[in-house]
């Protein structure tokens, strides 16, 4: 059977479509794009997650001492706290953390060593019985957050090295 034009011009109208719909669905592997971006970084004082020291412990002259370094970040020094060995030690009303984003969080607090393991025996607790998960925070909702450090028969919380906040 001979081919006709008509049926050439067809049958390539028919491939052509078929290429163009599968070349063109839109679908993709892999995209990477890259795009300017400004960022303004601020203090503990104006992120959306407000870390502050509690009122009841401004001015305090008792250890510890909890502050915003030069750089506008909080940090809590226990170096005349006096901690006492093999027994346990807590410190209420430390951190005031307070939400100011726009959506419900749930706030947890870990006290990690330099490797990033957290330290076992130091406890921050807050709004909640659970070690560690200090409560759910409604937009401008906060929680007072304290610490207790165990040191019955060991010593890895002279490990801790920094406090994991983690808001989600």
Do not use: K, W
Not at 27 to 32: H, K, L, Q, W
Not at 37 to 65: F, I, K, N, Q, T
Not at 119 to 148: K, R, S, W
């Amino acid at each position: 059977m001979p081919v006709t034009r008509r049926t050439a011009l067809t049958i390539l109208g028919g491939i052509a479509i078929g290429y163009g719909t599968v070349g063109a669905s839109g679908a993709f592997d892999r995209i990477e794009l890259h795009r300017d971006v400004d960022v303004s970084v601020g203090g503990d004082a104006s992120g959306y997650l407000m870390l502050a020291p509690h009122p009841d412990r401004e001015d305090s002259p008792y250890p510890p001492e909890v502050d915003y370094d030069a750089d506008g970040l909080l940090y809590l020094d226990f170096t005349d706290a006096d901690i006492n060995d093999e027994g346990q030690t807590t410190f209420s009303n430390l951190i005031r953390a307070t939400n100011q984003g726009s959506n419900t969080i749930s706030l947890e607090a870990r006290g990690m060593n330099e490797n990033d393991e957290p330290v076992e025996d130091v406890i921050i607790f807050g709004a909640t019985d659970n070690p560690g998960i200090l409560g759910e925070l409604a937009p401008q909702e906060h929680v007072d957050i304290g610490m207790t450090f165990e040191t019955l028969g060991n010593d890895d919380v002279d490990d801790l090295d920094y406090i994991r906040f983690t808001a989600e």
